[in-house]
């Protein structure tokens, strides 16, 4: 058994310790408690989970490895190291299972078996897949793809998976449909949320992009990670990228992909617009409302203070990409 230590929160400075669960907007969550009938008098003052767990250990389970997988010559290389995976699968945002980066083995009680996305809205082939009909309609490829969270960690890692255009071209959208929506798995017996915070959370997790994004090369759909199917803590079976943009925007464990004519309201736009936007390009000369944006910290050994620091790209490196998407 491999000992993994993982940097406990009080290794983390203030401000960079779970930004996203961090902020509380306290009157949202007041009216939900309320809503449910619970006294505001109980409310503590502070949110304040026990994060001190030190997770150690090897995933449990194997991940079965992909035969035949070809690396999409145009994403084979990246300007950094490819993060280890013993960093990268123990280190996770996933509220459905905690507020903080240590949720990998309670991830593990996600059921991932006969998986399901069901496709609808406004398309012309409505459809229901499984893996296995995502195997068969569109080839996996691999590539590497630097990854940035809106809290400003960063790694690269290679994923497994397909563009998104070609699930778009497979449904056929109808010409009024201007938004995708995203929803991932959300059952509270199996996904708790951040304890006692839960409740005030928009579930299920949803995201959204728009279709021209959306039918962008970079945009994909990955069902694995390291050449082998997806752990449950990255969001297993099947979760979105989207590389220019900051993490949030890629839903985990998606059951559900809606064709829309406008734009749905997503998750954590929905509990703060001013900190987390629709848009979320990643861009080093727009400060997030509680820190800057201008670097990031490559997922590392030992506290993320520590972590190598490097200059924020402007989105995230893939503006010949997409940057003509956002030209007025
Ligand atoms: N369903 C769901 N998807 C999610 C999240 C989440 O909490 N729930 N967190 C997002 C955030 S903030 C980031 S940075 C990435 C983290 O992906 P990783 O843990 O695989 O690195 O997942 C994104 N997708
Ligand atoms: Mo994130």
Not at 158 to 170: A, E, Q, T
Not at 309 to 327: A, F, I, S
Request: proline share 8%; with cysteine; charged share 20%.
């Amino acid at each position: 058994m491999t000992l993994i230590r993982i940097a406990k929160s009080w290794e983390i400075p203030e401000s960079h310790a779970t930004p996203e669960a961090a902020f509380f907007n306290r009157r949202r969550f007041l009216k939900t408690l309320i809503g449910a009938g619970i006294g505001a008098a109980i409310l503590p003052v502070t949110g304040c989970e026990n994060n001190s767990e030190i997770q150690t250990g090897s995933i449990s389970g194997t991940y079965p490895a992909y035969p035949n997988l070809n690396i999409n010559p145009n994403f084979a290389k990246v300007d950094r190291p490819i993060t280890e995976e013993f960093l990268s699968s123990k280190y996770n945002n996933f509220y459905e299972f905690g507020g903080t980066k240590s949720i990998w083995k309670k991830a593990q009680s996600l059921p991932t078996d006969n998986w399901k996305v069901e496709v609808s809205g406004l398309v012309n082939n409505p459809r229901t897949y499984d893996l296995d009909d995502i195997q068969k309609n569109f080839p996996l490829e691999e590539r590497i793809y630097r990854f940035r969270c809106v809290e400003a960690w960063a790694m690269a890692v290679p994923w497994v998976g397909f563009p998104m255009k070609l699930l778009v071209k497979d449904v056929e959208p109808k010409s009024n449909a201007k938004f995708v929506r995203f929803t991932s798995f959300y059952d509270p017996k199996i996904t708790p949320g951040p304890g006692f915070w839960a409740a005030g959370y928009p579930w299920p997790y949803t995201e959204s992009l728009r279709i021209d994004e959306m039918t962008n090369d970079l945009a994909f759909f990955a069902t694995g990670i390291y050449g082998h199917t997806l752990p449950k803590q990255h969001g297993a079976a099947i979760r979105a990228v989207i590389p220019w943009k900051y993490g949030y925007k890629g839903a985990k464990s998606i059951v559900k992909i809606e064709f829309l004519d406008k734009q749905p309201a997503t998750f954590w736009n929905t509990l703060d617009s001013n900190e987390y936007d629709f848009e979320a390009n990643v861009n080093p000369n727009k400060p997030h409302p509680r820190w800057s944006q201008a670097t990031e910290r490559l997922m590392g050994e030992g506290p993320s203070f520590s972590w190598e620091k490097r200059p924020t790209l402007p989105y995230n490196g893939y503006g010949e990409y997409v940057g003509h998407l956002y030209k007025i």
